[in-house]
């Protein structure tokens, strides 16, 4: 079964950092582009980070976290990360890891259960 577990979120003052950790299984993790991306109340999904090595290894990153947030993986354990700086309260939102393909900074989904349930990060002003 493909599954994909987010954990490291929580509250956090404005200018604060949090690390968000991603464990994958169920599926090769080498061969999928991976990232992340973030949902707002209300608001349409945004790509936040996207890594694939089908791209020349390169990840994008939003415009709107470039120089905060720092995309990065460990293949051997299957897990991707982001360390997220200087956060502010527009940051606050579901944070979502997932496998696919890259759009520039947003992962589309390879399918089903091809990201995973979310972890909530709130920044406080």
């Known amino acids: 079964e493909v599954q994909l577990v987010e954990s490291g979120g929580g509250l956090v003052q404005a200018g604060g950092s949090l690390r968000l950790s991603c464990a994958a299984s169920g599926f090769t993790f080498d061969d999928y582009a991976i990232g992340w991306f973030r949902q707002a109340p209300g608001k349409e999904r945004e790509g936040v980070s996207c890594?694939?090595?089908?791209?020349?290894?390169?990840?994008y990153y939003a415009d709107s976290v470039k120089g905060r947030f720092t995309f990065s993986s460990d293949n051997a354990k299957n897990t991707m990360y982001l360390q997220m700086n200087s956060l502010k309260p527009e940051d606050t939102a579901v944070y979502y890891c997932a496998a696919g393909y890259c759009s520039e900074s947003y992962v589309e989904p390879a399918g089903r259960n091809y990201w995973g349930q979310g972890t909530q990060v709130t920044v406080s002003s």
């Open positions: 890594f694939s090595s089908y791209d020349g290894a390169y990840t």
